[in-house]
Structure formats: C-alpha cells, structure tokens
C-alpha cells in the first residue's frame, strides 16, 4: 500500500500543493507481491477537482488501486461553528506531528499542510489506518474536516460505516467493503 502511495504522490507532472484529499477509494484485488508496477492515469483535471487513478499490477494484472478526488487550490478553513456530539465514539487514535512528517517523507508527500507545526493529517495515512483497522479489501473514505495532529480521533461503527470525530467535529465517513 506504502509504494502505491508513493507512486501517486511521484508522479511527475502532477503538483498538488493547497490540494485537499476530499475523497479516496482503495481496493485490493490480490495480496502484494515484490515485484508490482504502477500507472498512473488523470481522470479529471479542473481548476477545482482532480481525479487521479494509481494501480498496482503484477504479472499484468491489477493487484491494487487507489482513486483519489483532489480539491485544488483550497485553504485550510477553521470551523466557523462546531458540531456538539454528546458521543464520539471510541478512541481510535492520535496522529504525532513526527508520524505526519515521517509519513510525508516515506510516501514523498511535500504538501506543505503536513509539515506545519499544527500540522493536517494526511488523507492517505488515515486512509492507511483504517485498512489496517478494519482489514478491508475496499475502502472508500469521505473527508469532511480536517484532522490534526495531536488531537484524540474517535470512531463509530454503524454497520459498514465508520465516521471518524476529532475535536468535537465529523472528519471523516468511510465505507468498508470486506
């Protein structure tokens, strides 16, 4: 999943700087092998959307992809007003600001937003996360709010439906397909 990643943020006429991961789908066709090659292809390239598709073959046949929905030139908008939820859910986790970097650094994600002294947490590394949380095949993760670093992320399950809170606020909804 790492080096799928890797290839998306690599890709070398793509630049995503002030971008925002508004929405990211994973599916997992067969397990990894060492020897995987990467595409990537532009599905949609607008001044506001970009929709990149990267996969993984082996042997010529698809063994992974990742879809990502890119909102281009965005800033990062505090909420005006906050959600009150009484009930957050679990406690999932808390993203260090040394994660976030070293995450950048390992998948060559440069955005800026990441490497802040209150920094965003990558879309990808949360989408990471909840793969390896869940052990899905196919994940389809919605980002609604940003999540930072530091701040407690709690999860709540209904049914294949997880939504995950941090700071009192919905961050993020994702779809599980085992």
Not at 68 to 75: A, R, S
Request: with cysteine; hydrophobic share 35%.
């Amino acid at each position: 999943m790492i080096d799928l990643f890797k290839a998306f943020t690599m890709k070398e006429d793509f630049f995503y700087e002030g971008a925002f991961i508004a929405k990211v789908k994973y599916q997992r066709f067969q397990s990894k092998l060492d020897n995987e090659t990467y595409k990537n292809e532009i599905v949609k390239n607008s001044r506001k959307l970009c929709v990149i598709s990267c996969s993984g073959y082996v042997n010529n046949e698809i063994a992974e992809t990742l879809t990502v929905y890119l909102m281009m030139n965005v800033k990062v908008k505090e909420s005006v007003q906050k959600e009150n939820v009484k009930d957050c859910g679990t406690l999932w986790r808390s993203f260090s600001k040394e994660e976030i970097s070293n995450f950048s650094h390992v998948t060559g994600d440069t955005n800026s937003i990441h490497l802040t002294e209150n920094p965003v947490v990558q879309g990808l590394f949360i989408l990471k996360e909840l793969c390896d949380t869940t052990q899905s095949n196919e994940i389809e993760v919605k980002y609604i709010h940003p999540v930072y670093g530091g701040n407690p992320v709690y999860i709540k399950h209904e049914e294949n439906i997880i939504k995950g809170y941090s700071d009192d606020t919905l961050c993020f909804q994702a779809l599980c397909i085992k």
